[in-house]
């Protein structure tokens, strides 16, 4: 070889060790790191797929942060954000003036927040190939449209339900060793027993300090679930603080971790109460107080809590047989640190997740999953059915501080005009 062809060779080389490098150290921003991922990405880089919000402005939770400003089509599309936390690569656009219907084809999914439907707005030409999504994260129970509407138009879902195409829930836990698993069915019972009782030898305290019982933050006072009558019978039998406009107590929103902070150093219990009573419905009212040194108390009458959190970590209101029964056990709780502690004995065996810039978020799921290659077409042929019935939205009545469950498909009318 020459010496012209020596450096040519070296020069090519190089070029191929910097884009080697440059690649491997993307990946490694993205969080998961693996060679798999670089191994199946490497020899036949997937380009980036390309998702537009069709009503909302999409707005990345901070700006460069996980974020990258991306390019659009031109004349089609603002405020392009590259979501650089994910395994995958996807591009995010907001809508904007369209100049060119053709453009649109470049999309590989466009997001429809079912808040804003409506069918005299959606595009006037679909491509085989994209992905129209339907995106909720509010439960069906209030109804922002009308599901009838939507026939034959959503190709995949969004939503918090676990059966959605794209499962995009408010938060997750994740065990950190391996005798554990969230499904307490699959813990060896006397494992667990052995976990709980662990707690016991710990320094720790969780209810030192701790001089108030029940507390509840709540702006809406009127809700599906009936949960404000529910607050009012619970009050008769312990001390409950109402912050918020339909309470007596105040703590500023302006910052949020200092009343939790607050509530975590005052108080035993949170009431965790979601507005609507729908499978799988739960949102940052019980994540956010797990992060902390509270118990929540949640009404789950599904069963999804038994699915997604560990173990003797939060009550069931829904498991006793009348308020005064919780009531008494939330009485019991505070009187003994022991049995009080036994419900933190997963702090050290779970982690929990969530928020915008977690790679296991929505966004990335949706990015991974329009990555996928073999997904087979599909259309919601009635929407009514998926979303409004098989969400399986409850009511409750009160009879004598016994809370009732009723199934009821007609939820909503009854609730409104009582
Ligand atoms: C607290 O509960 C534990 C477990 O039931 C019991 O062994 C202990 O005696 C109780 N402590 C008090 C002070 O009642
Ligand atoms: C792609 O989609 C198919 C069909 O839904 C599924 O079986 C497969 O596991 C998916 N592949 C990946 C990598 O997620
Ligand atoms: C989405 O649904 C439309 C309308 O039925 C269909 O033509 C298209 O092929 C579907 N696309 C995907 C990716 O499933
Ligand atoms: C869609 O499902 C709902 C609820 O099951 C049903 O009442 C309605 O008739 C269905 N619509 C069509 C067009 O099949
Ligand atoms: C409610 O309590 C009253 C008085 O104890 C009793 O007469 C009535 O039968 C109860 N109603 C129901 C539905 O249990």
Same mark, same amino acid.
């Given at each position: 070889?020459?010496?012209?062809?020596?450096?040519?060779?070296?020069?090519?080389?190089?070029?191929?060790?910097?884009?080697?490098?440059?690649?491997?150290?993307?990946?490694?921003?993205? @969080?998961? &790191? +693996?060679?798999?991922?670089?191994?199946? #990405?490497?020899? %036949?880089?997937?380009?980036?797929?390309?998702? !537009?919000?069709?009503?909302?402005?999409?707005?990345?939770?901070?700006?460069?942060?996980?974020?990258?400003?991306?390019?659009?089509?031109?004349?089609?599309?603002?405020?392009?954000?590259?979501?650089?936390?994910?395994?995958?690569?996807?591009?995010?656009?907001?809508?904007?003036?369209?100049?060119?219907?053709?453009?649109?084809?470049?999309?590989?999914?466009?997001?429809?927040?079912?808040?804003?439907?409506?069918?005299?707005?959606?595009?006037?030409?679909?491509?085989?190939?994209?992905?129209?999504?339907?995106?909720?994260?509010?439960?069906?129970?209030?109804?922002?449209?009308?599901?009838?509407?939507?026939?034959?138009?959503?190709?995949?879902?969004?939503?918090?339900?676990?059966?959605?195409?794209?499962?995009?829930?408010? @938060?997750? &836990? +994740?065990?950190?060793?391996?005798?554990? #698993?969230?499904? %307490?069915?699959?813990?060896?019972?006397?494992? !667990?027993?052995?976990?709980?009782?662990?707690?016991?030898?710990?320094?720790?305290?969780?209810?030192?300090?701790?001089?108030?019982?029940?507390?509840?933050?709540?702006?809406?006072?009127?809700?599906?679930?009936?949960?404000?009558?529910?607050?009012?019978?619970?009050?008769?039998?312990?001390?409950?603080?109402?912050?918020?406009?339909?309470?007596?107590?105040?703590?500023?929103?302006?910052?949020?971790?200092?009343?939790?902070?607050?509530?975590?150093?005052?108080?035993?219990?949170?009431?965790?109460?979601?507005?609507?009573?729908?499978?799988?419905?739960?949102?940052?009212?019980?994540?956010?107080?797990?992060?902390?040194?509270?118990?929540?108390?949640?009404?789950?009458?599904?069963?999804?809590?038994?699915?997604?959190?560990?173990?003797?970590?939060?009550?069931?209101?829904?498991?006793?047989?009348?308020?005064?029964?919780?009531?008494?056990?939330?009485? !019991?709780?505070?009187?003994?640190?022991?049995?009080?502690?036994?419900?933190?004995?997963?702090?050290?065996?779970?982690?929990?997740?969530?928020?915008?810039?977690?790679?296991?978020?929505?966004?990335?799921?949706?990015?991974?999953?329009?990555?996928?290659?073999?997904?087979?077409?599909?259309?919601?042929?009635?929407?009514?059915?998926?979303?409004?019935?098989?969400?399986?939205?409850?009511?409750?009545?009160?009879?004598?501080?016994?809370?009732?469950?009723?199934?009821?498909?007609?939820?909503?009318?009854?609730?409104?005009?009582?």
């Amino acid at each position: 070889m020459s010496q012209y062809h020596r450096c040519v060779v070296a020069v090519l080389i190089i070029i191929l060790l910097t884009r080697l490098y440059y690649r491997t150290t993307l990946f490694k921003k993205g @969080g998961t &790191f +693996s060679t798999t991922n670089l191994l199946n #990405t490497f020899p %036949s880089p997937q380009p980036v797929k390309k998702i !537009l919000f069709w009503y909302e402005q999409y707005k990345p939770p901070r700006r460069r942060n996980g974020f990258e400003i991306a390019q659009g089509p031109t004349g089609m599309a603002e405020d392009a954000y590259r979501l650089t936390h994910c395994q995958l690569q996807c591009d995010i656009f907001s809508r904007g003036r369209i100049v060119n219907w053709e453009l649109l084809k470049e999309y590989d999914a466009i997001i429809f927040h079912q808040h804003d439907w409506t069918p005299d707005d959606v595009p006037v030409k679909r491509w085989p190939h994209q992905h129209y999504v339907f995106l909720s994260m509010e439960s069906p129970a209030w109804r922002f449209v009308n599901t009838e509407s939507m026939k034959n138009f959503f190709n995949r879902t969004m939503t918090y339900r676990r059966d959605s195409d794209i499962y995009n829930p408010y @938060g997750w &836990f +994740s065990a950190l060793t391996e005798s554990v #698993t969230l499904d %307490s069915s699959r813990i060896n019972p006397l494992t !667990l027993k052995q976990l709980m009782r662990d707690v016991h030898f710990d320094t720790t305290n969780y209810g030192a300090g701790k001089t108030k019982k029940v507390a509840w933050f709540v702006s809406n006072c009127k809700s599906l679930s009936a949960r404000n009558e529910y607050v009012d019978r619970l009050k008769t039998f312990i001390d409950v603080d109402i912050y918020g406009q339909c309470g007596t107590m105040r703590c500023s929103r302006s910052n949020s971790e200092l009343c939790h902070e607050m509530l975590e150093r005052d108080y035993k219990f949170y009431l965790s109460l979601e507005n609507t009573l729908c499978e799988d419905y739960v949102t940052e009212k019980f994540f956010d107080q797990m992060r902390y040194h509270i118990i929540p108390i949640v009404f789950d009458l599904h069963g999804h809590h038994k699915r997604i959190a560990p173990p003797h970590s939060y009550i069931n209101a829904a498991d006793y047989k009348s308020i005064r029964e919780l009531a008494d056990y939330l009485l !019991l709780l505070d009187g003994n640190d022991t049995l009080y502690n036994e419900y933190f004995w997963w702090k050290k065996h779970y982690i929990v997740g969530g928020g915008p810039r977690d790679a296991k978020g929505g966004m990335c799921r949706l990015c991974d999953y329009l990555h996928n290659s073999t997904l087979p077409l599909k259309v919601y042929q009635n929407m009514t059915q998926w979303w409004d019935v098989q969400s399986k939205c409850r009511t409750v009545a009160f009879i004598n501080n016994t809370i009732m469950p009723k199934h009821d498909a007609d939820f909503y009318w009854e609730s409104f005009l009582a």
